[in-house]
Structure formats: C-alpha cells, structure tokens
C-alpha cells in the first residue's frame, strides 16, 4: 500500500508526463519554451511585461472517496475498544483540471491538445513508470527538491491497484464555479479523473494465531469428495396436479437427498404467523430422495399465502434432528361458491363470499372477476367471510381468482395436455 505522500506522488508523475510528452513532441518549437506547473490557478502568474508565458498547469481541485474501496474493510477493534484489529485502507480518487496558458493566438489551443493526446496515451500509470519518475538515477536525485526526494518513499509504485487515468467530463455549470472559487480569469481547461490512490495505515494491529481444532475432541475438516451434499437438502416440491401451489388437505411431495430417518417432519414458517407449523411425513412414504406429506384439513392456525419449508430429519444412527435447506411454498386460498352478488345501486356491484383458510385482518386481499379487480373491504378480526365492491358488473357467468399476499387460488387445470380454465371457478353475475 501507499503511504500520505502517494497524493503528490501521483500530481508530481502527471507533471513529469505532460513535461517528457511535450518535449518528446517538440511543441517549443512551435510555442516556444513551455513549462509544466503544479500550482492553483491564482498562483499562475504572468511575466514581468504582464504577458503570460506559454505553460500548462497540472491543479488537483478535488479529492473523492473511491466507491469500490471504500467498504472493502471496515477499521475494527477487539470487543474491548483498546487494541485494533485491522486497518482499511484509505481509498481516494484525484480530480486533476488541466489548464493551458499562452499570450500568443493559438498557443493554448496547441497546449492544451498536446496535454489530452498524452493523458490520452497514457491510461495507466505502469509500476516501473512510477518507480522510474519516483526514484531517478542517485546523480539526478541529489539535485532535486527535498519535497521531491521525500517522494521516493511513498510506496506508490507497489499498491495492490495501479493508477489509471480517465477523462472526467464537467458541465459548464461546474467548471464555472470551480474558476469562481479559485478567484481566476478562465483558460482552456480539461478535467481528469485519477483512480485509486490506496493510502494504507502504519497503526500496529493484532494477529491471533490461527485456530487448529476446535475443542478437546475435534477431528478435522471432514472432506466429501461428491458431488452430492453430504448433509440433508431439499432441491424441489411437487405440487399437487401440476398446479404452482397447494390448498389444505392437498399431499405434496418434497424432493432431496438424506431425507430417509427415524422422525422426518415438514416445518413451515410464514411472515403472517408467530410460530412454525410442523406436518409430519405420511408413514412409510420417506425415501432417501422423497417425502409425502398431507396438509391438515383442519386450517384454524393456517393462512394462505407465501411460506418457507424445510425438513427435519433424525438421521439413522443419529439422535438429534437436522434441518434442511428452506425452499418457498405457497399455500393457495380456496373461494367456497356460489358467492352472493347483489347490485346495491346503478354504479356498483357488491360481492360476499366464504373462503378457506380464514384470512388474517392484516392480509392484503384481491378478487378479479372477470377483467374486474377489487381489494377486500377492511376487516378487524380474522375472518373466512370476505366483502368486495366492484364497478358495476353486467350479468353473466365470470372466471374468477382470489388472491391472496400475491398466491392466487387455482383457476386452471393443469393436468390436461392443454391448460384450460377450470368451470367451476366462476362466478355468477345476477
């Protein structure tokens, strides 16, 4: 990782670039002597006759977090708050403005080009270009700034990110309070985004040693070497009648491998209910890849809607029961017809009908009938009788669907080799 100094390592490698590139292209000879700054724009000053002479100014304006970085690790202590347990690293992105100044017609044109073609080629600062700008030869060195000097030392070159370099498009909005804030006249400007600047931290952390059994008794990490889970693990449920749900009373059948022992039960938990509902396996029918279990008749703790399911199977030679993976269930309401339809006015039709299982007051209840969706009139106990109030309906016999916490009620028949509309979920329109 970097250190501090990684921040003027990164604008001291961008100046020596745009510098080498300028000279590498001969632009003085078209512009003249060109030099290449660092400095806020205010400070870029003009010469003695009041002219400005030809150069391009390198300005880190703003300093961002990197997104990417920024929750890879979280700085953490032990439980006591004392000791540290890890450092994040500090992840920046530099926001470069490219400013190129000239007294003579053109010569910021040419600057700033030459400026964007370079930054352009170079869209990754490679790890020997920072150790060869970073660390030049001892004979160079000794002439340098000691700021500069100090730079060898920032570790730039040998952070687990490289530096990359991208162009960071600003609205005129934006560049023109950026020029306001520095209090500057406006030049040809481009802005550049550098990205990620890892800035790691030299506070002394602990390392515990790491842990190599755990208790008295332990054995090892036990190795599979199957593709076959080596523990109890529902994969699919059959539904009843190729339908995508079941209704109370329906069998189901639960598909997995280790599913075979000596208590096999289905435990259902859904958001609407307090406690889990157990279902014990029909007897004789647990295999080691299939189970059957019956859905009570009896409904008074159930509610339709959406549910988990796993299995909880006491393994043969085992005493205590494991737990499966959960799948999703869906547990369909049943509508009891006929249903009572009566037209209290002109506009409206108004609709009674019992259901099965009762639904919970704080269920959220449709019934379509027909191209007609209405809500459930509000309820403030759990109740099996449900009211709706639809737009006025025309007389006549309707497909209709209860649904309920988003599981519809069965309308289809799917065991034929088409599906078709089952004739007796319709409804009778007076």
């Known amino acids: ?21 300028l000279i590498d292209h001969n632009v003085s000879s078209a512009v003249g002597n060109v030099t290449v700054t660092a400095k806020p724009p205010d400070r870029v000053l003009s010469d003695a006759n009041g002219s400005e002479a030809p150069q391009l100014n390198l300005f880190l304006h703003q300093i961002t977090p990197n997104l990417g970085w920024r929750n890879a690790a979280m700085p953490s202590l032990d439980s006591g708050g004392r000791r540290r347990i890890s450092n994040q690293p500090l992840a920046l992105d530099l926001h470069y403005l490219i400013s190129a100044y000239g007294a003579e017609d053109l010569h910021t044109d040419i600057l700033i080009g030459y ?4 930054l352009h080629e170079t869209p990754v600062l490679t790890r020997g270009a920072i150790r060869k700008a970073l660390i030049p030869s001892p004979s ?7 700021a500069l000097q100090k730079l060898a030392e920032s570790g730039l070159a040998d952070q687990i990110e490289q530096i990359k370099i991208a162009p960071d498009y600003m609205s005129t909005e934006d560049m023109s309070k950026l020029w306001t804030a520095v209090q500057s006249h406006y030049r040809p400007s481009a802005a550049y985004l550098v990205t990620v600047v890892l800035i790691e931290s030299t506070l002394p952390t602990i390392r515990p040693l790491p842990v190599l059994k755990r208790g008295s008794n332990d054995e090892g990490v036990f190795v599979h070497p199957h593709l076959v889970p080596p523990v109890p693990t529902i994969t699919r449920i059959e539904f009843p009648q190729n339908q995508l749900s079941a209704r109370m009373g329906d069998t ?8 075979s022992g000596s208590t096999v039960r289905a435990v ?3 958001a609407r209910l307090t406690d889990p509902l157990p279902v014990d396996a029909v007897a004789g029918t647990d295999t080691d890849t299939e189970v059957a279990f019956v859905m009570p008749t009896v409904a008074a703790d159930w509610a339709a809607g959406l549910y988990t399911v796993q299995i909880s199977v006491v393994r043969p030679s085992e005493t205590d029961a494991r737990m499966t993976n959960p799948l999703p269930f869906y547990l369909a309401p049943v509508m009891i017809l006929p249903a009572t339809v009566t037209h209290p ?3 409206t039709t108004h609709l009674a009908l019992s259901v099965a299982p009762v639904i919970r007051k704080t269920q959220y209840v449709l019934l379509t009938i027909g191209d007609q969706t209405a809500s459930a009139d509000p309820r403030t106990v759990d109740t099996a009788d449900l009211e709706f109030n639809f737009n006025r309906i025309p007389a006549g016999q309707y497909f209709s669907r209860l649904i309920v916490d988003g599981v519809e009620s069965w309308m289809i028949i799917r065991t034929s080799a088409v599906p078709e509309f089952d004739t007796a979920q319709r409804i009778t329109v007076p």
Do not use: C, K, W
Request: without cysteine; proline residues 4%; hydrophobic residues 50%.
């Open 268 to 270: 259902f938990t859904s």
């Open 252 to 259: 189901i059948r639960i598909q997995g491998v280790h599913l």
């Open 1 to 21: 990782m970097s250190n501090a100094l990684a921040i003027a390592s990164v604008t001291a490698i961008l100046r020596d670039l745009l510098n080498n590139g």
């Open 115 to 118: 400026a964007m073609q370079l």
């Open 140 to 146: 160079v060195a000794t002439g340098l700034p000691p």
């Open 345 to 347: 006015n002109a506009e």
